[in-house]
């Protein structure tokens, strides 16, 4: 009889605090002990007994649908498993491919080279053969002249031996006509280029030694990147369906509560612009027209990036890829993490600053009166002109609409995209900056000066203050949600602390 395997034991107690579990969050849908509550619930409403909840769950059901999530689970990962095989086979020949296209760019060169190398070969033979036969019939010619001189001479022996002295004469005046003849040839030979020594040389193209000085810059071939393209999560398991139902209703932001965990100090200790969460769950924290830091996911430095000083908002384009503003250099670079090199730099005409990614697009204030939305390549996709000048240091671009703080204005302000403005928000804000969504569109913002965050309902009618200075919160810049969590981080504007904080909606 085949043997199971003992089912493990179930703890009762907390792990964090060794309580006993007594109580419930429906806000968080966990088990809490009664040191949970008052340090992370504090501020969660429906707190439950666990017992009651316990008594009211049936847990044959319950045990079902946990059975049904988990072969769904593993149908998926099994699914993931033969795509991401199937991706490596296609992989090895895109490899082949390449070396094959790498080998047919060199096997191009080389072939114009060799047809300008033998193109050269043959004109210098040509001149080579030109110049020799004009030699060869010069020497012919002096030869000519050097034997007839040579009979002269033999016949001005025999003349002056003649016994008739006018028969002498004569013939003296004849040889000498003929030797005049030579002189005067001679004398022409000054002046003839046959006479000159040639040499042979070769006049390099002056576009060699500047195609040699591109080749020695030349550091490749091309770039082979790794493009990555979104798949169908195609999962369907009981908490993702009840996250769509209520995802497809306004949250009630009467409801939603912020607690802080904890805070981390960082001490960078200067002006901060910008600080976003990327989706391994690390932190970017961007120095005021400075430098880039990256954080691991619990707020430790891990490193500066290797980019140029002078940055100001970043935005996460994928796993690997972020875009940063420089507005004194009116670009935006976008830098990629894994290789650590900047892979295109958008030029655009005006002073850029805050900047959001949505929809293979981003969103990049520009100055202080334009929104612009530009593809990756830096090509316009629409131009939203404001209405009012104002302070573009931090925007989110989402479902079709920009949402942007006006610290100066003491407002946030909702566009869409067609350049309509929806709303404006003006309540209680004191030096509004950094700001995000969660998934159901409302707007959480970091009100500086107030030592608040607040959160401005999707139709920008609605608000209620989630953390203040009372919290323990001072200075706020920039708020961000961790990828697909309802917790993130909050950066002062010194960059002295991380405070990381989790949002209920129950």
Same mark, same amino acid.
């Given at each position: #009889?085949?043997?199971?395997?003992?089912?493990?034991?179930?703890?009762?107690?907390?792990?964090?605090?060794?309580?006993?579990?007594?109580?419930?969050?429906?806000?968080?849908?966990?088990?809490?002990?009664?040191?949970?509550?008052?340090?992370?619930?504090?501020?969660?409403?429906?707190?439950?007994?666990?017992?009651?909840?316990?008594?009211?769950?049936?847990?044959?059901?319950?045990?079902?649908?946990?059975?049904?999530?988990?072969?769904?689970?593993?149908?998926?990962?099994?699914?993931?498993?033969?795509?991401?095989?199937?991706?490596?086979?296609?992989?090895?020949?895109?490899?082949?491919?390449?070396?094959?296209?790498?080998?047919?760019?060199?096997?191009?060169?080389?072939?114009?080279?060799?047809?300008?190398?033998?193109?050269?070969?043959?004109?210098?033979?040509?001149?080579?053969?030109?110049?020799?036969?004009?030699?060869?019939?010069?020497?012919?010619?002096?030869?000519?002249?050097?034997?007839?001189?040579?009979?002269?001479?033999?016949?001005?022996?025999? &003349?002056?031996?003649?016994?008739?002295?006018?028969?002498?004469?004569?013939?003296?005046?004849?040889?000498?006509?003929?030797?005049?003849?030579?002189?005067?040839?001679?004398?022409?030979?000054?002046?003839?280029?046959?006479?000159?020594?040639?040499?042979?040389? #070769?006049?390099?193209?002056?576009?060699?030694?500047?195609?040699?000085?591109?080749?020695?810059?030349?550091?490749?071939?091309?770039?082979? #990147?790794?493009?990555?393209?979104?798949?169908?999560?195609?999962?369907?398991?009981?908490?993702?369906?009840?996250?769509?139902?209520?995802?497809?209703?306004?949250?009630?932001?009467?409801?939603?509560? #912020?607690?802080?965990?904890?805070?981390?100090?960082?001490?960078?200790?200067?002006?901060?612009?910008?600080?976003?969460?990327?989706?391994? @769950?690390?932190?970017? &924290?961007?120095?005021?027209?400075?430098?880039?830091?990256?954080?691991?996911?619990?707020?430790?430095?891990?490193?500066?990036?290797?980019?140029?000083? @002078?940055?100001?908002?970043?935005?996460?384009?994928?796993?690997?890829?972020?875009?940063?503003?420089?507005?004194?250099?009116?670009?935006?670079?976008?830098?990629?993490?894994?290789?650590?090199?900047?892979?295109?730099?958008?030029?655009?005409?005006?002073?850029?600053? @805050?900047?959001?990614?949505?929809?293979?697009?981003?969103?990049?204030?520009?100055?202080?009166?334009?929104?612009?939305?530009?593809?990756?390549?830096?090509?316009?996709?629409?131009?939203?002109?404001?209405?009012?000048?104002?302070?573009?240091?931090?925007?989110?671009?989402?479902?079709?609409?920009?949402?942007?703080?006006?610290?100066?204005?003491?407002?946030?302000?909702?566009?869409?995209?067609?350049?309509?403005?929806?709303?404006?928000?003006?309540?209680?804000?004191?030096?509004?900056?950094?700001?995000?969504?969660?998934?159901?569109?409302?707007?959480? &913002?970091?009100?500086?000066?107030?030592?608040?965050?607040?959160?401005?309902?999707?139709?920008?009618?609605?608000?209620?203050?989630?953390?203040?200075?009372?919290?323990?919160?001072?200075?706020?810049?920039?708020?961000?949600?961790?990828?697909?969590?309802?917790?993130?981080?909050?950066?002062?504007?010194?960059?002295?602390?991380?405070?990381?904080?989790?949002?209920?909606?129950?």
């Amino acid at each position: #009889m085949a043997s199971s395997k003992p089912s493990q034991a179930i703890k009762t107690e907390c792990d964090k605090h060794g309580q006993q579990l007594n109580l419930y969050c429906p806000g968080h849908l966990m088990p809490c002990c009664d040191k949970c509550i008052s340090t992370s619930h504090s501020k969660c409403t429906g707190i439950q007994s666990l017992s009651s909840v316990v008594e009211k769950t049936k847990i044959e059901k319950s045990k079902e649908s946990v059975e049904k999530d988990i072969n769904s689970i593993l149908s998926f990962l099994e699914t993931l498993i033969n795509n991401k095989s199937k991706n490596i086979k296609s992989g090895e020949n895109q490899i082949g491919s390449i070396k094959k296209s790498i080998k047919g760019i060199r096997q191009e060169i080389n072939k114009h080279l060799d047809h300008l190398e033998k193109k050269l070969c043959q004109e210098t033979d040509t001149i080579w053969n030109q110049e020799k036969s004009k030699t060869t019939d010069f020497i012919s010619e002096i030869e000519g002249k050097n034997k007839n001189l040579k009979e002269i001479k033999e016949h001005l022996q025999s &003349v002056t031996t003649n016994t008739f002295k006018l028969q002498s004469f004569l013939g003296i005046h004849q040889i000498e006509q003929r030797v005049h003849q030579c002189q005067r040839y001679v004398e022409d030979l000054e002046k003839d280029e046959r006479v000159k020594e040639f040499d042979i040389k #070769m006049k390099q193209n002056d576009e060699i030694e500047k195609i040699l000085n591109k080749l020695e810059s030349l550091e490749s071939l091309g770039e082979v #990147m790794v493009v990555r393209t979104e798949v169908a999560m195609n999962i369907d398991t009981s908490v993702k369906r009840k996250a769509q139902v209520e995802s497809q209703e306004q949250s009630n932001i009467n409801n939603m509560t #912020m607690n802080i965990e904890t805070k981390i100090e960082i001490n960078i200790n200067k002006g901060i612009s910008d600080m976003i969460c990327l989706m391994d @769950g690390r932190v970017i &924290v961007v120095e005021w027209y400075g430098k880039v830091y990256l954080l691991t996911s619990d707020g430790e430095l891990q490193k500066q990036l290797p980019i140029p000083d @002078g940055a100001y908002s970043v935005t996460q384009i994928n796993q690997d890829t972020i875009a940063i503003t420089y507005p004194n250099e009116t670009a935006i670079k976008i830098f990629n993490m894994e290789n650590e090199t900047v892979t295109k730099v958008i030029k655009l005409n005006r002073y850029c600053y @805050g900047l959001s990614f949505y929809n293979n697009s981003l969103a990049v204030g520009l100055g202080n009166d334009e929104i612009r939305i530009i593809d990756l390549e830096g090509d316009t996709l629409k131009s939203i002109q404001l209405e009012r000048e104002s302070d573009l240091d931090y925007l989110v671009y989402c479902n079709d609409r920009v949402i942007y703080s006006h610290y100066r204005g003491e407002a946030v302000y909702c566009y869409d995209g067609s350049g309509k403005q929806i709303w404006q928000y003006t309540q209680d804000l004191s030096l509004p900056r950094g700001l995000c969504t969660d998934t159901y569109g409302n707007i959480i &913002v970091a009100d500086r000066d107030s030592g608040r965050i607040i959160v401005v309902s999707k139709d920008g009618q609605e608000s209620k203050v989630l953390i203040s200075k009372e919290d323990g919160l001072e200075n706020p810049l920039c708020i961000s949600f961790k990828h697909n969590e309802y917790s993130g981080f909050i950066c002062d504007y010194r960059g002295t602390y991380l405070t990381k904080f989790n949002l209920s909606t129950a």
